[in-house]
C-alpha cells in the first residue's frame, strides 16, 4: 500500500510503497478516506516531541470504512472516525486498529500487563482508540468527519475544567484548536466576552472575519516584542542585559512588552489585572526566541486572581520566572486534561467523541470552519508543501487530505 513516511533529517514526509497491514482477533482493518493534518503530526516531523519519528506513518486525525473486521462490534463497510492517544499511523491507504467504545471495562495496569503499555513519552496509553460510527449520507461529516478527533480532543479539556456561563475567558492561539474551543466557550458554555491572542496577525485577521456573529464580544491582540532598536531607545545601557527579553530582569521585561503592546496592556491596567477567570491555552511547540513564552505571561497577566489556566498544548513549559510570576502572585490554578489512561480512560474519550458527533450532526459546531485547504492524497508536492507551510497561507488552520473517494 502507500503511506507517507517521515523523514526527519529533511523534515518531511514522503509518500512510498510499505507493507499492508494483517489485522488480530479484535481488531479491525481500516480503508482511510479523510486525513486532516495535525500540529502534532508536523511536530514529529520536526522532530519537536523528543521522541525519534523517522521511517513512522504521520496521521491520527481520520475518516475510514472498515473493509475487514475481526471485532463483532463492526461490520464491513462501517464508516468510522476514532481518537486515541498515540494512534498515529493514518497517513497511509490502510490501517490495523483495535477500537475502544463507551461502555468497554477500564482495564487498568493492575489487571493486565497487555492491555496497558508505557509510552515513550512517560504516560500509560492503551493499544487501541475510542470509536464512533458515522452515517455516509451525512455530508457535513462525510466531508470533514475527521475533525472530529480535534474536537474531542477540545471537549475533553473543557469538560475536565468547565468554563462558567458568564465568565470573560482568554485564548493563547489562533489556530485550529483555539478556535474550536472559542465555538465550544460560546456555544456550549456561555461565555461571555473572549480575549484572543497570538503573534501572526493573518491569523487573527481570520479569526475576526470568520466568527464575526460574536461581534464585539471577541477581541484579538497580536502580540509584539520590541525590536533591538527600540529597546535601545527604552534601555540605554543594553549591553548590561542578556539578548532574549525572557532573560530580562521582570520590571524591565514588563516596560518592553507593555511598550509595545500598548492596547492589551490598557486592558491589563483598565481590570487591574483580572479581565477573565478562564484561559485555554492553544499553543504550538515553538522555541522561546518566538514570542509565545510572552504570549503565556501576557495572558497569565489578564487573569484574575483565584482562576484557572487550561493547558491543552502537547509541549513542555519551560519554567521560566516570567511565565510562573503571575501564577504564583494570582494563585493561578494551572490544569490540563492528561492523555495518561489513569487519568482519563479510553472509555470516557469514546463517551465525548459521541457527545463531539452530535454538536456537529446538529449544526451546534461546525467543523467547514476550520479548513482552509484540501489536497488529494497521491500530490506528494501537495502533502509535503501542507507540513512545511503548516500555519500559514492556504494552511493556516486544516488541510484535509483525500485518501480515498467513498465510492471506490
Same mark, same amino acid.
Given at each position: 500500500m502507500k503511506a507517507y513516511v517521515i523523514d526527519n533529517k529533511q523534515h518531511t514526509v514522503n509518500l512510498k510503497q510499505v507493507e499492508r497491514p494483517t489485522i488480530k482477533n479484535g481488531e479491525v482493518l481500516l480503508k482511510n478516506l479523510k486525513w486532516s493534518i495535525c500540529r502534532t503530526d508536523?511536530?514529529?516531523?520536526?522532530?519537536?516531541?523528543?521522541?525519534?519519528?523517522?521511517? +513512522?506513518?504521520?496521521?491520527?486525525? #481520520?475518516?475510514?470504512?472498515?473493509?475487514?473486521? +475481526?471485532?463483532?462490534?463492526?461490520? @464491513?463497510?462501517?464508516? @468510522?472516525?476514532?481518537?486515541?492517544?498515540?494512534?498515529? *499511523?493514518? *497517513?497511509?491507504? =490502510?490501517?490495523? #486498529?483495535?477500537?475502544?467504545?463507551?461502555?468497554?471495562?477500564?482495564?487498568? +495496569?493492575?489487571?493486565?500487563?497487555?492491555?496497558?503499555?508505557?509510552?515513550?513519552?512517560?504516560?500509560?496509553?492503551?493499544?487501541?482508540?475510542a470509536a464512533i460510527k458515522i452515517n455516509p449520507a451525512d455530508t457535513k461529516l462525510r466531508k470533514h468527519g475527521s475533525l472530529?478527533?480535534?474536537?474531542?480532543?477540545?471537549?475533553?479539556?473543557?469538560?475536565? =475544567?468547565?468554563?462558567? @456561563? *458568564?465568565?470573560?475567558?482568554i485564548i493563547l492561539g489562533a489556530g485550529c484548536i483555539g478556535m474550536l474551543a472559542l465555538q465550544c466557550m460560546k456555544k456550549l458554555y456561555g461565555v461571555d466576552k473572549v480575549v484572543i491572542l497570538d503573534i501572526d496577525e493573518e491569523k487573527l485577521r481570520r479569526v475576526n472575519d470568520v466568527y464575526k456573529e460574536y461581534g464585539e464580544s471577541i477581541k484579538t491582540f497580536c502580540i509584539k516584542e520590541a525590536s533591538e532598536e527600540q529597546r535601545t531607545t527604552l534601555l540605554p545601557d543594553l549591553e548590561r542585559y542578556p539578548k532574549k527579553l525572557i532573560d530580562y530582569p521582570l520590571d524591565h521585561y514588563m516596560t518592553l512588552l507593555s511598550e509595545h503592546n500598548k492596547e492589551l496592556d490598557d486592558l491589563i491596567q483598565k481590570t487591574k489585572g483580572a479581565f477573565g477567570n478562564y484561559l485555554f491555552e492553544a499553543l504550538p511547540p515553538l522555541p522561546e526566541d518566538q514570542q509565545f513564552p510572552h504570549t503565556r505571561f501576557l495572558g497569565a497577566e489578564l487573569l484574575a486572581p483565584n482562576s484557572r489556566y487550561v493547558h491543552f498544548s502537547a509541549d513542555a513549559i519551560e519554567e521560566k520566572t516570567k511565565f510562573f510570576w503571575p501564577i504564583l502572585a494570582k494563585s493561578l490554578t494551572l490544569q490540563s486534561a492528561g492523555f495518561d489512561q489513569r487519568c482519563y480512560p479510553m472509555p470516557q474519550t469514546s463517551l465525548v467523541l459521541k457527545k463531539a458527533h452530535a454538536y456537529v450532526k446538529t449544526g451546534i459546531i461546525s467543523l467547514d470552519k476550520l479548513v482552509t485547504s484540501e489536497i488529494r492524497f497521491d500530490d506528494e508536492q501537495a502533502v509535503q508543501k501542507a507540513f512545511s507551510d503548516y500555519g500559514t497561507g492556504a494552511h493556516m488552520w486544516k488541510t484535509v487530505v483525500t485518501i480515498s473517494d467513498f465510492d471506490d
Open positions: 508536523v511536530s514529529q516531523v520536526r522532530n519537536e516531541l523528543g521522541e525519534d519519528a523517522n521511517g +513512522k506513518i504521520p496521521g491520527h486525525e #481520520i475518516l475510514a470504512r472498515v473493509e475487514e473486521s +475481526k471485532d463483532p462490534r463492526f461490520d @464491513v463497510g462501517d464508516y @468510522v472516525v476514532y481518537m486515541g492517544a498515540t494512534d498515529f *499511523g493514518g *497517513g497511509a491507504e =490502510y490501517r490495523a #486498529i483495535r477500537f475502544v467504545l463507551p461502555d468497554d471495562p477500564i482495564r487498568g +495496569k493492575e489487571f493486565s500487563e497487555t492491555d496497558w503499555f508505557w509510552t515513550a513519552r512517560n504516560f500509560y496509553d492503551v493499544p487501541g482508540a472530529l478527533e480535534p474536537l474531542c480532543c477540545v471537549l475533553r479539556a473543557l469538560e475536565e =475544567y468547565k468554563p462558567h @456561563v *458568564g465568565d470573560n475567558a
